[in-house]
């Protein structure tokens, strides 16, 4: 399949991009590993009359440790947050989700800020920065705005970035040494996209219970979800086998599952308890 005509512009610095974004509102459309938007052209689900490479920008693409928060710019590729030893350290959980996605062509050229400005349904890093309660630092002519994970993701390929925003930077605070993370997912056979995956942050309390927890889920529905029912169910438990198998339970409650050729909805449901049990059994095991 072949684009429609389209024109290319791949400015060096933020400024730039953001006054071509700003000339152009209706047709410029942002270019990052185009992992996601290039066969969206080639199949025509996507016109852009302009395109701005942010690839050249050279300050977009970084991890960096700033007091208890992790900073992550937004060019940065999956394979860069895979084999980072730093965030092995401080912050597992982005190492295995960025080492579940696709293969290794998509992660070397594929970016965190690009899946995340995309929202598909079954993207891996919505589950992550939901669980991890990101903030994405979204930039424009006008200035700077923070929006947090929760209220990022609004539906089926749409987030709160605005016409002429460029998705900055991701920040999401460290875990202490009592918190413990887990991604478990149920990859597309084909794409290596997720079927389902759950991503669960949680903490313990000096007794051992629950502390607090969050856990996002994706592939089930149109867009990511936070499984608030299981966390009511974890919060000031004890973290034992007989409390996750039950909270987990409630992985899919109120959510109208997608249903495709490969997963019914009453599968997609029935994988989102499972890998939900999984997940937190996983990250209950590494928060001592
Ligand atoms: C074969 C294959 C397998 C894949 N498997 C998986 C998988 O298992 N899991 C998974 O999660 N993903 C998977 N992907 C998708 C992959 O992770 C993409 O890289 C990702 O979804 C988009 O990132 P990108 O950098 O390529 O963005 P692009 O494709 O360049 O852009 C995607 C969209 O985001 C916008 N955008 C990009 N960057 C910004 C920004 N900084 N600010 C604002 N808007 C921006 C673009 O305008 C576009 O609308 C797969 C892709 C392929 C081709």
Redesign the pocket.
Same mark, same amino acid.
């Given at each position: 399949m072949i684009p429609a005509q389209f024109d290319y512009q791949a400015p060096t610095t933020i400024d730039e991009a953001l006054s071509l974004l700003a000339a152009h509102p209706d047709e410029a =459309?942002?270019?990052? *590993? /185009?992992?996601?938007?290039?066969?969206a052209m080639k199949l025509r689900l996507?016109q852009p009359g302009l395109l701005v490479d942010?690839g050249r920008i050279k300050d977009?693409s970084y991890i960096r440790e700033q007091g208890d928060q992790i900073l992550i710019g937004?060019?940065t590729t999956?394979y860069q947050i895979e084999s980072s030893a730093e965030l092995k350290q401080s912050c597992p959980l982005l190492p295995d989700c960025a080492a579940?996605?696709?293969?290794v062509q998509?992660r070397n =050229?594929?970016?965190i *800020? /690009?899946?995340l400005?995309?929202s598909?349904p079954?993207?891996?890093?919505p589950a992550a920065v939901v669980a991890l309660d990101g903030v994405m630092v979204a930039v424009s002519q006008a200035g700077e705005r923070l929006i947090k994970a929760d209220d990022f993701f609004i539906d089926l390929l749409t987030t709160a970035?605005q016409p002429g925003?460029?998705?900055?930077e991701i920040r999401i605070r460290k875990g202490n040494g009592r918190s413990g993370h887990a991604y478990q997912k149920v990859?597309h056979p084909a794409?290596?996209?997720?079927v389902v995956g759950v991503a669960v942050n949680l903490s313990r309390a000096d007794d051992g219970s629950c502390a607090a927890s969050r856990i996002g889920i994706t592939g089930v529905a149109s867009k990511v979800y936070r499984a608030g029912a299981v966390e009511s169910a974890l919060n000031g438990k004890p973290l034992d086998e007989q409390t996750i198998s039950a909270a987990a339970t409630h992985a899919a409650d109120g959510i109208d599952a997608n249903s495709d050729l490969y997963a019914s909805d009453e599968y997609r449901r029935q994988l989102a308890k499972v890998h939900t049990r999984r997940a937190i059994q996983a990250a209950a095991s590494r928060a001592h």
């Open positions: =459309k942002i270019l990052a *590993g /185009g992992h996601s938007l290039i066969p996507s942010i977009l937004a060019m999956h579940s996605i696709g293969d998509v =050229k594929g970016t *800020g /690009g899946s400005a995309h598909d079954a993207g891996d890093w970035l925003e460029i998705l900055r990859p794409s290596g996209f997720a």
